[in-house]
Every structure is written in structure tokens, then in C-alpha cells.
């Protein structure tokens, strides 16, 4: 596998997953105006067959943190 082709497919899938993400959370704030600011936890997880041989250590990152309302 060529690095430019993996580096490409990482980044349409991050990009894919930020706007779809922020979207949702957009609309989320707008359907609930009274809470906040929003306490999310945010997953990548390898959801790849191995079969008989997994990695020695599975992909998986983890990022919480807040996103605040903003101010009128």
C-alpha cells in the first residue's frame, strides 16, 4: 500500500467524521438550548477482521472535552 493512498483515506475519513460530527452536535445544542456545554467522548476503534492472527496492540484512541454554548 502506497503512503499517499493510506494518508488520503485517513484524512477523507476524518473529514467525513468532522463535518458529520459537527452537524450533529449543532443540531443537538439547537434542540436542547437549555444545557450545556456539552460533555462528549469521542471513539476510534479498528473494527478490522484478523481472524486467527489480531495485532499484538488493537488501534484505539479516546478524546473527551467540552464544547460550550456560545455566548448571545
Given at each position: 500500500?502506497q503512503?499517499?493512498?493510506?494518508?488520503?483515506?485517513?484524512?477523507?475519513?476524518?473529514?467525513?467524521?468532522?463535518?458529520?460530527?459537527?452537524?450533529?452536535?449543532?443540531?443537538?445544542?439547537a434542540?436542547?438550548?437549555?444545557?450545556?456545554?456539552l460533555?462528549?467522548?469521542l471513539?476510534?476503534?479498528?473494527?478490522?477482521?484478523?481472524?486467527?492472527?489480531?495485532?499484538?496492540?488493537?488501534?484505539?484512541?479516546?478524546?473527551?472535552?467540552?464544547?460550550?454554548?456560545?455566548?448571545?
Amino acid at each position: 500500500m502506497q503512503e499517499g493512498t493510506s494518508r488520503d483515506d485517513i484524512r477523507r475519513l476524518l473529514k467525513t467524521f468532522g463535518v458529520k460530527a459537527d452537524e450533529a452536535i449543532v443540531g443537538h445544542l439547537a434542540r436542547n438550548p437549555g444545557v450545556g456545554p456539552l460533555r462528549l467522548r469521542l471513539f476510534l476503534e479498528d473494527l478490522t477482521n484478523y481472524g486467527d492472527v489480531p495485532p499484538e496492540q488493537l488501534l484505539k484512541v479516546e478524546v473527551a472535552g467540552e464544547v460550550r454554548r456560545q455566548e448571545p
